[in-house]
């Protein structure tokens, strides 16, 4: 999980929240925080150990990345928790922003297709929720199910896939293709499945199953362009445009395999 803004901590909690209420499956989380102070990372602690209060479940690990610059640090905080979960030795590594949530029974259901497919990557549907954000909460006004595609051809295509959607199992990869590039400050998470999945056996039979909730206020303030259609028809800032013309650089020289389980 990356987190910037100590503001913003319910939103971080409710995120826990849905991870501490996961069943068949014992979760680690690993924060990364965006320059934090001392006094804001002892908030953040407390709220952790609020949130994370079973004795048997493992303990979360909260980094924080204190560069001393002012860059945009979204690849970094990602790269960081990877690195994290590998020396940890854990096998299972998913993603999680901090303002969205998963549902109780989304990484028993990601584990269950990995291990009965033998793929890499499992992959399920995520909702997007509608939201307006009030004083104490947010407020639903819809859900819906935008995202269209239904295999590995579809996502090399375009991105059908939220960051929270899939899973991953690290023993089945090469542990050097798991970063993401820092020279892309949009798209990141695509460049990433363009050259983790494309490359890999991936499991897209639980598309169709919801997992998890993708979050979206209606005052724009996400980080990522809001709309209904494929993420990668919804990036029009100047970031989102300079990276896209860096992914289409680079997409062509990604290894692309298929094997059964992708379709």
């Known amino acids: 999980m990356r987190f910037h803004d100590v503001s913003k901590l319910m939103l971080l909690e409710r995120a826990i929240q849905s991870l501490h209420a996961q069943v068949g499956v014992v979760l ?3 924060i990364v925080t ?3 102070t001392m ?9 952790v150990r609020r949130q994370w209060y079973f004795s048997n479940l493992p303990t979360p690990q909260i980094l924080n990345l204190d560069d001393g610059s002012a860059h945009d640090a979204r690849s970094d905080l990602l790269n960081m928790g990877v690195q994290c979960h590998l020396q940890l030795g854990n096998r299972y590594l998913g993603f999680l922003d901090y303002d969205d949530v998963m549902y109780t029974h989304a990484y028993r259901t990601l584990v269950g297709a990995l291990n009965a497919s033998g793929a890499a990557l499992a992959f399920a549907t995520v909702e997007v929720a509608n939201v307006v954000s009030l004083k104490d909460y947010e407020f639903v006004y819809g859900l819906t199910k935008p995202y269209r595609g239904r295999n590995k051809l579809d996502l090399i295509k375009e991105n059908f896939c939220p960051l929270h959607s899939y899973l991953l199992d690290c023993s089945r990869l090469n542990p050097e293709e798991l ?6 400050n949009r798209l990141e998470d695509y460049d990433f499945l363009l050259r983790v999945a494309g490359s890999n056996p991936c499991d897209f039979s ?13 005052d724009g303030t996400n980080s990522t362009p809001h709309g209904d259609g494929p993420v990668t028809l919804r990036e029009q800032g100047t970031h989102w445009k300079d990276s896209a013309a860096r992914l289409g650089a680079l997409r ?12």
């Open 28 to 30: 680690q989380p690993i």
């Open 34 to 36: 965006q320059r934090f």
């Open 252 to 263: 062509s020289t990604y290894e692309v395999r298929f094997f059964a389980c992708d379709f």
């Open 206 to 218: 639980k598309l169709g199953t919801s997992v998890g909730l993708y979050v979206m206020r209606s």
């Open 179 to 184: 970063y993401f590039r820092a020279d892309l």
């Open 39 to 47: 006094p804001e990372l002892e908030i953040l602690q407390a709220a």
